[in-house]
Nanobody, 116 residues
Framework: QVQLVESGGGLVQPGGSLRLSCAAS????????MGWYRQAPGKQRELVAA???????NYADSVKGRFTISRDNAKNTVYLQMNSLKPEDTAVYYC??????????WGQGTQVTVSS
């Protein structure tokens, strides 16, 4: 089992920045990748960014150049730095952990709203 606790969401104006954090606990040694997904009202959940144990990263085209995913292995925490936020980035953001390449675990979600 892996437990994920997210923080850092909120309301921000267009062009602003937010940093999301996701702290993992439990069977963390078996985690092969962690990532952030988002789901806007009426839309499917989509991958935003992911990071592997080697530090390799993957981003959705819509956030490339604006978002940065990183991890602090000592703190078992993954971060999503979001810059130049747009109204279309508004969504519930979910932290994800992939355990042993097979099992997906999810955080409770944190709301990000980009609005003037």
């Amino acid at each position: 089992q892996v437990q994920l606790v997210e923080s850092g969401g909120g309301l921000v104006q267009p062009g602003g920045s937010l940093r999301l954090s996701c702290a993992a606990s439990g069977h963390i040694l078996g985690i092969t990748a962690m990532g952030w997904y988002r789901q806007a009202p009426g839309k499917q959940r989509e991958l935003v960014a992911a990071i592997g144990t080697s530090g390799s990263t993957n981003y959705a085209d819509s956030v490339k150049g604006r978002f940065t995913i990183s991890r602090d292995n000592a703190k078992n925490t993954v971060y999503l730095q979001m810059n130049s936020l747009k109204p279309e980035d508004t969504a519930v953001y979910y932290c994800n952990a992939l355990l042993r390449g097979l099992y997906n675990y999810w955080g409770q979600g944190t709301q990000v709203t980009v609005s003037s």
